[in-house]
DNA sequence: CTGTTAGCGCCTTCAC
DNA sequence: GTGAAGGCGCTAACAG
């Protein structure tokens, strides 16, 4: 009688119940299991049936709980497995109050960039009894205060990832101490939140450029809304003057972190009249759009322009040459980004935290000695 | 009286509360309402109290039902709106046995591969009262079947992106005729499906490095246990046989879709006594290691050795040359994908549908003459 | 140790 | 038109 309650054979199931109408309960398990449609939900109720017990019980072996006779307990979970229960998350949310769902708000998800957050995000993810519930702002835009509240409902915690615009989000969050971390995100006076060292990693770009002679360096930034923007100019300007390299305003242009306008501003760059020797971008996908820009211009890279960029995504080492670059631990920041937030989760009083990752040059091909220096 | 239960204005709440105890309902409220914790749930017992309604007459209003008086309906509607009611789906969901979310099972999402096929997914949700539930089955290697029950209870309908092993979750799936949809799979026997003409594109990228003359054009396969993979490798098959081009299976050499194997397998190629003219790349990353692995060799692109790959990422462009390759329309793919999960959620008797999109050429700077035919 | 009971927030008959 | 009441599946007291 066990086996055609499992799932797997429910067309057995559908046989076997001709031939035993005779089973009065069986009628009443149709009802609750309707094979056509799906659903076939086995409830603590069905297990509790055929384990002889009452539903109180099977929850406690559900839960651990301590008083359950051992015997009783092993006769449950034979039962549990067989019918192949699985619990409604629903249901017990309903009731706890907490959902055992993580919530994520991501702007876009084509980028590798995001993919590489996530991807720490979810491997933390899986050593706990979390889920993932992912929310894109991208293309809908909602308010975020609805998005937040809607979100909340759902879910224990909330990563938001470089959102637009945190302030939005985070006067509600805070207001209820809703336990979130802000991804990429510097300083916790918006609250809790985990970033790289973007102001130092400038600085060991530009520094590193100077240690082989690049004394004119153009810079394209990042999108400056964001901190990661403004921080990677910083540490532009500040190494550009602590080393007393070329301060030119024209040397920064502005950019939005996308591949285009690393295409854009490496032509406003090379058009000036005495030309950048290197060029830092703010980001890879821009630095890949400088290749592009210098090498349309007939330029060499190295050997004409020195490029750096900003991230280390993987396609780095796919260009020709491959991409000097500051190496940001996206996967890592995911990951330390759900630690903090089970901490939050489970004292929400915690004051808010912000970690900051380092950040590290990783050489590769596309820059080289200046060979005639202004 | 209003406002002080609208979310945005929980300070002000707090204080208004601490003039106005002689309003006994507040205090009840403020059980539901813990400010400390979180929650601060207004339900729809909160609201039918402000509107002076049954609650049952709310949640008529929330589902547009019809018999209500218009200006009940413009009271509770205020109600709504000025306490930022917003739903609890799990409450709903438990009632209704619908959770208006689809699940989205994914092995990875490092690649942006897949995050374009999420972002597809995503802009078309995004239309509908649908939220999107991620699973990633990458790191965690549970039991498919586990899997498919838990994600079904949670869920209305699956989209399963490249499943690792698609008969262990379309058994189960099938036969209860759980809404789903397979992206990126060829064929409907397992289940209904979103795929790209893999067979007719690979045969395009044969035919035209044909046409520009190559008579020995080596492949690197992609995962051979995926549709996709075998499908592009019979394209190739055909072409170079249809076309009288040279067929030594010493041309094909297995990868299995990553960059490194690319590399490799490219290495493998250029080390046969005479080597290709071209190489195919069963997808991009592949073709950028095999690039990689050419330039290693002291050969240019597209001079020695022209390179030709599949899917289009967003990279083909930044690499040099510009990676000339077969799109994909991943974006497209998932929209399909989720437009079918949608009519299958709402009949789960249709028939199983298999959808192929077509493939095209993009033409960039990779390939060129073939200089000295064998 | 185990069973009974009361809801979590919502939708949905069924009365009025 | 509207309110009262039952129950979705589950957990957490409270009794035994």
């Known amino acids: ?78 039962a549990l497995h067989e019918m192949g229960y699985v619990a409604n998350r629903q249901a017990r949310s309903l009731r706890t109050g907490r959902s055992e769902m993580i919530g994520l708000l991501v702007r876009d998800l084509g980028t590798g960039y995001i993919g590489q957050i996530i991807s720490g995000i979810d491997a933390e993810i899986a050593e706990t009894d979390f889920e993932m519930l992912l929310f894109t702002t991208h293309h809908q835009a909602l308010e975020p205060e609805y998005v937040a509240t809607f979100v909340g409902g759902m879910a224990d915690g909330l990563l938001l990832v470089l959102p637009h615009n945190i302030e939005n989000y ?32 400038a600085i060991t770009a530009v520094t590193y450029l100077a240690s082989l002679g690049h004394r004119r360096i153009g810079f394209i930034t990042g999108t400056l809304s964001l901190t990661s923007g403004v921080d990677r100019l910083d540490g532009y300007r500040q190494a550009v003057q602590s080393l007393g390299l070329i301060d030119d305003p024209a040397l920064i242009v502005e950019g939005d972190y996308h591949q285009p306008s690393g295409y854009s501003g490496a032509q406003t760059l090379l058009s000036l009249p005495e030309r950048p020797t290197a060029i830092f971008a703010a980001n890879d996908a821009m630095a890949f759009g400088a290749m592009e820009a210098i090498r ?28 000097t670059t500051i190496r940001q631990p996206l ?31 990783i050489v590769r091909n596309s820059c080289a000695s200046a060979r005639n220096t202004v």
Not at 177 to 188: A, C, F, L, Q
Not at 297 to 323: C, K, M, N, Y
Not at 334 to 352: H, K, M, N, S, V
Request: with cysteine; net charge negative.
């Open 331 to 361: 996967e890592e920041m995911g990951r330390q980004a759900l630690q903090l937030l089970l901490t939050y989760i489970e004292d929400p009083e915690r004051p808010f935290e912000y970690h900051e990752l380092p950040t590290e040059l």
């Open 170 to 201: 985070s006067g509600l969050l805070n207001q209820r101490r809703y336990p979130h971390v802000i991804v990429d995100y510097k300083g916790s006076d918006k609250g809790p939140a985990i970033g790289a060292d973007n102001i130092g990693g």
């Open 296 to 323: 349309d211009a007939g330029l060499r890279i190295p050997g004409d322009v020195s490029v750096i960029g900003f991230d280390d995504t993987p396609q780095a080492t796919a260009v020709s040459p491959s991409l």
């Open 1 to 78: 009688m066990v086996n055609v309650l499992c799932y797997p054979f429910c067309e057995r199931f559908q046989r076997t119940f001709a031939e035993n109408h005779f089973f009065p309960w069986l009628t009443l398990f149709m009802k609750h299991s309707t094979i056509g449609n799906g659903s076939n939900k086995v409830t603590i109720v069905d297990v509790a049936r055929e384990a002889g017990v009452s539903y109180a019980t099977v929850s406690r072996v559900l839960n651990d709980e301590p008083y359950v006779k051992p015997e009783t307990r092993k006769r449950v979970m034979t």
